[in-house]
């Protein structure tokens, strides 16, 4: 398994992904545009025998960041991929030194919830009937600073359980592999 910046290149797998889960209108060309327009846009893969099996992506906005999209593989779900990705943001987001994350997630999606939750996310706000699709409202959720001493902690012993099940996989992505040039 590896982990990188995503690329152009990689838009079409990266949406053939976020295609297998409720959809959000996200298609290549959007995210293709993240990665070659969006200045404030960091987003990631993770490789495994040359496949793209995960990714996810955030905005860097002024001094938070905001989680936009992330899914893994439906093969390759249960494997703690969704965990690394979001660990490699949120090291993405320390080293930015924003204070804090937020996202939006579907009230239905129990498999992110629990992913969020155990990072340390909780439920700030509800956008009601968020999502044209179902009509879902949208739980917004957030973080504590991420200097505070409990986030800290957390973020330790997540990244234990990280090395446990990706031995040598961490430090993640360098913020150099985003620039202009490197994609
Ligand atoms: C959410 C998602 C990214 C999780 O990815 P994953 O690689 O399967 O998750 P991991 O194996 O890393 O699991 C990490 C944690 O997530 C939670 N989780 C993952 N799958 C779960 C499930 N089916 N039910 C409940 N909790 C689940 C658990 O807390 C798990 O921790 P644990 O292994 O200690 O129990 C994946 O289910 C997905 O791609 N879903 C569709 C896209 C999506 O919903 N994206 C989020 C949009 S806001």
Do not use: C
């Not at 846009?41 to 905005?59: I, K, P, Q, S």
């Not at 090291?91 to 997630?105: H, Q």
């Amino acid at each position: 398994m590896v982990l990188r910046a995503m690329r152009p290149a990689d838009a079409a797998s990266v949406a053939a992904i976020a295609a297998e889960t409720p959809a959000e209108g996200w298609t290549a060309r959007a995210f293709e545009r993240e990665v070659t327009t969006n200045a404030g846009a960091r987003y990631l893969v993770a490789v495994e025998h040359g496949a793209v099996v995960g990714f996810g992506g955030l905005w860097l906005i002024v001094d938070q960041a905001h989680i936009t999209n992330m899914g893994v593989a439906l093969s390759h779900r249960g494997r703690g991929i969704g965990r690394l990705l979001l660990y490699a943001l949120f090291d993405i987001a320390t080293r930015a030194k924003v204070d804090s994350l937020t996202l939006e997630v579907r009230v239905s999606n129990d498999p992110a919830r629990a992913l969020y939750t155990q990072f340390g996310f909780y439920e700030t706000g509800r956008r009601t009937a968020y999502y044209r699709d179902t009509g879902e409202d949208a739980l917004i959720m957030t973080t504590e600073s991420l200097i505070s001493l409990p986030v800290f902690q957390r973020l330790q012993a997540l990244r234990d359980h990280i090395q446990r099940d990706f031995p040598g996989i961490l430090p993640v992505v360098a913020e150099a592999e985003f620039e202009t040039g490197a994609n």
